[in-house]
């Protein structure tokens, strides 16, 4: 792994006003924290949330703080529907799009507790969800000189590390990896957790159902990594830990607030240091551990 460690905030300054970020899953927590700093930065932002009142809310709060440029846009990410909606009402109301953090996520575990509980919804939300949105969301990318960005939060949970089946493994590490072969992946999951084979068949043992939707994530980051190579998209991954938020029942070893700091940091970096196809995961003390 790399040991990289940047300056929060970013000091390369190349957005501006008219620089567009839509931000998922942020009328709380992690997303509302990377809303309020990139805003704080000087950018444009759309925040989503699948719940109109609390993100309204949210946005109103950050209008009365004194950030003009931003705007809610209520968004489901596990309704197809509701995506379709929503890029039709960015494209009609702004054109291009700079950045996407796909934030928006759900899990039902429990500390200490490692049954399965509503997978269907956890990977219609975690992995669909943020797929969706992202593959309906490309062609209003701007791909200037800048280059666009897109950052996928996930979890060290989805690391191929913690899966005990080889030959899955061997599948998702593969360079030559597709979509195809992702879906079929979680497909074989959810059958399997509907057998209750999933342990037998060497699923990831802690939070199965989370870690699985994060996996196919991550996954899916470096394919679409590789198929916008050197066309001016960055796409990549980044793993905040242990964050006190409402997920973690407000228990953790660092803020949503140090988080959102490095969020800014990696989709503002300089287009000379830019990269794709990473997996970032957050440390204390501004650092910043990446691999491939």
């Known amino acids: 792994m790399d ?3 940047y300056p929060l905030p970013p000091t390369s300054r190349w957005w501006s006003r008219e620089t567009t970020a839509i931000v998922t899953g942020a009328n709380k927590g992690i997303g509302f924290e990377v809303v309020k700093k990139l805003l704080e930065l000087g950018l444009t932002v759309v925040l989503t949330a699948r719940n109109a009142k609390n993100g309204s809310l949210a946005a109103d709060s950050l209008r009365r703080a004194g950030f003009q440029n931003v705007q809610f846009y209520c968004l489901d ?7 379709a909606a929503f890029v039709s009402w960015f494209r009609h109301n702004f054109g291009v799009l700079d950045i996407l953090v796909n934030n928006a996520a759900v899990s039902f575990n429990v500390v200490g507790d490692n049954s399965i509980r509503e997978p269907e919804t956890i990977i219609k939300t975690n992995f669909y969800g943020a797929k969706l949105l992202t593959e309906a969301l490309l062609p209003l990318f701007r791909r200037s000189v800048s280059a666009s960005r897109i950052l996928n939060i996930s979890s060290r949970l989805g690391s191929l590390n913690k899966l ?14 597709t979509n195809e072969q992702i879906d079929a992946t979680v497909i074989q999951f959810l059958e399997d957790v509907s057998n209750g084979t ?3 068949q060497g699923w990831p043992e ?7 939707s994060k996996m196919a994530l991550n996954a899916y980051s470096r394919v679409l990594a590789r198929r916008y190579n050197g066309k001016k998209l960055s796409v ?16 953790g070893t660092h803020t949503a607030e140090d988080v959102a700091a490095t969020i800014a940091t990696l989709v503002l970096l300089p287009p000379e240091k830019l990269t794709s196809g990473k997996f970032f995961m957050f440390l204390e003390q501004k650092k910043i ?4």
């Open 206 to 212: 802690n939070w199965s159902d989370y870690a699985v």
């Open 236 to 251: 990549n991954c980044f793993c905040p830990g242990f964050t006190r938020t409402s997920m973690t029942g407000g228990q």
């Open 77 to 83: 990410v596990s309704e197809p529907s509701s995506i």
């Open 164 to 177: 005990r089946n080889p030959s899955v493994r061997q599948t998702l590490e593969s360079e030559e990896l």
């Open 3 to 5: 040991h990289l460690v």
């Open 198 to 200: 999933w342990e037998k």
């Open 289 to 292: 551990i990446s691999r491939l």
